[in-house]
Nanobody, 128 residues
Framework: QVQLVESGGGLVQAGGSLKLACVAS????????MGWFRQAPGKEREFVAGITWDGGRTYYADSVKGRFTISRENAKNTVYLQMDSLKPEDTAVYYC?????????????????????WGQGTQVTVSS
């Protein structure tokens, strides 16, 4: 079982940057594809970015492509989300999760139902 803890959220002005971190406990972290999701008030949880077990492939939602960068350091059991050029519509609680069906795989699904071990989330607020 992998437990995940997100951090790095906060309040930032539009155009600013934040870097989120997701630290995992458990020996199998490095075997999983990982995903970042977000959920704004009154909206469904949506996929933001994903990365394969070795960092060899990444995938982004169209809404963040070119502005966000996902990366990982398996030696530190950590996955990151660098967020630049932030917009007010990026305001949400951001979650990380492991892909349940992506063990040592280059598959990165976009559906939340394929992920598990969700962290508690970190709030990102972008003011205009």
């Amino acid at each position: 079982q992998v437990q995940l803890v997100e951090s790095g959220g906060g309040l930032v002005q539009a155009g600013g940057s934040l870097k989120l971190a997701c630290v995992a406990s458990g020996q199998t972290f490095s075997s999983y594809s990982m995903g970042w999701f977000r959920q704004a008030p009154g909206k469904e949880r949506e996929f933001v970015a994903g990365i394969t077990w070795d960092g060899g492939r990444t995938y982004y939602a169209d809404s963040v492509k070119g502005r966000f960068t996902i990366s990982r350091e398996n030696a530190k059991n950590t996955v990151y989300l660098q967020m630049d050029s932030l917009k007010p519509e990026d305001t949400a609680v951001y979650y990380c999760a492991t892909c349940a069906t992506c063990v040592v795989s280059y598959y990165i699904p976009g559906r939340a139902s394929e992920y598990r071990n969700w962290g508690q989330g970190t709030q990102v607020t972008v003011s205009s």
